[in-house]
């Protein structure tokens, strides 16, 4: 690991007058579970680290009716799945916590490291840049081992998928985003948090170098039902190969909204409105949700290794689906 300066503020105006108009000049360190990774094996060196840690207002997790559930950047993976009215309100969201099984990672993540990590791409984390490029400038995801690469989205530059575990159910539910920097605050709808980079020196998330998550707000989901639903290689801590978080709304038995969010299978957290188009005005049955699954990826271009995504997509936008209408349970 290279040398770097260390910064403690006490402030998120002092957070933010201590990092860079340039992105890699200095990071934010929260619970450090993927950038100092990444710093170890040399992917990221920054002069200088600001720690969020002992700002007090970053912390906690509140709920209430009025203003709804209020979650501070550096509160655990842990604190939410502690939450009781996390637990009682946002099943979609609770599923998506529970599938990071680590409790390692669980005490130590954050919920704003969880939406700002960096892409899990091998060509990426092996230092062969956000893009997967070889010296010659050549792209090397279409043609090698894309296994666990994107299936929507993908018509380049970018070919990784978003590693997010909560970020579909925060955009199931409508969550926003707050962000603070030299400039003030800005809230930012979660659905538009995230983005594709077209260059090296962009990051996958709408911030600016000199900005920081303080904090997610999730309006209250009355009437809501929602569940995550997710497929793994494996129940010790991994990235899902897909995942789908849905949140329904119904009216006498039929679908009156939905959101339909997929996970792992895009650049961005992948919002699929022809799937939400299927469900409004159904009553949700096997048929339906079928249907349903069918619409989230009929616009799938799969790569040379990575066509079997499309099934688990569709197969996680099913069971989601098929879990909400239940209430949630899985």
């Known amino acids: 690991m290279r040398a770097f300066e260390y910064a403690n503020p006490a402030t998120k105006e002092q957070a933010v007058g201590l990092l860079s108009k340039t992105w890699g000049e200095a990071e934010i360190l929260a619970g450090g579970t993927d950038l100092i990774s990444l710093m170890k094996d040399d992917v990221v060196a920054p002069k200088r680290l600001v720690s969020i840690k002992s700002i007090p207002e970053l912390h906690g997790i509140s709920l209430t009716v009025k203003t709804g559930l209020r979650i501070g950047a550096a509160a655990t993976i842990q604190e939410l799945l502690d939450n009781a009215g996390v637990r009682r309100s946002f099943s979609a969201l609770v599923h ?15 919920v704003g490291g969880d939406l700002c990590q960096r892409p899990r791409c091998w060509y990426y984390r092996g ?11 050549e792209a090397l995801v279409p043609g090698g081992d894309n296994r666990y690469h994107a299936i929507l989205g993908n018509s380049g530059p970018a070919y990784f998928v978003n590693p997010s575990s909560l970020a579909p159910a925060l955009i199931a539910y409508g969550a926003t985003i707050r962000v603070f920097g030299s400039s003030g605050k800005r809230d930012i709808p979660a659905e538009k ?18 900005e920081i998550l303080t904090e997610i707000i999730v309006p209250m989901a009355a009437g809501a039902k929602g569940a995550t639903y997710e497929v793994r290689q494996k129940e010790a801590l991994d990235w899902p190969l897909a995942a789908a978080s849905v949140v329904i709304r119904s009216v006498a038995g039929k679908v009156h909204s939905a959101r339909v969010v997929m996970g792992h299978v895009a650049p961005v957290p992948w919002r699929s409105t022809d799937a939400e188009a299927a469900l409004v005005g159904k009553t949700v049955d096997e048929k339906v949700a079928q249907a349903a699954a ?19 997509a569709r197969v996680a936008v099913k069971r989601a689906i098929l879990a909400a209408a239940k209430g949630g349970a899985k």
């Open 96 to 110: 998506a916590a529970e599938g990071i099984t680590s409790p390692q990672i669980r005490s130590m993540g954050t």
């Open 127 to 137: 230092g062969y840049g956000l893009f997967a490029k070889s010296a010659n400038g």
């Open 193 to 210: 948090f995230f983005s594709t980079p077209k260059s090296e020196g962009e990051r996958e998330y709408n911030l600016k170098p000199d």
């Open 294 to 312: 069918e619409a989230a990826v009929k616009d799938a271009k799969p790569l040379s290794k990575n066509g079997y995504k499309v099934q688990l």
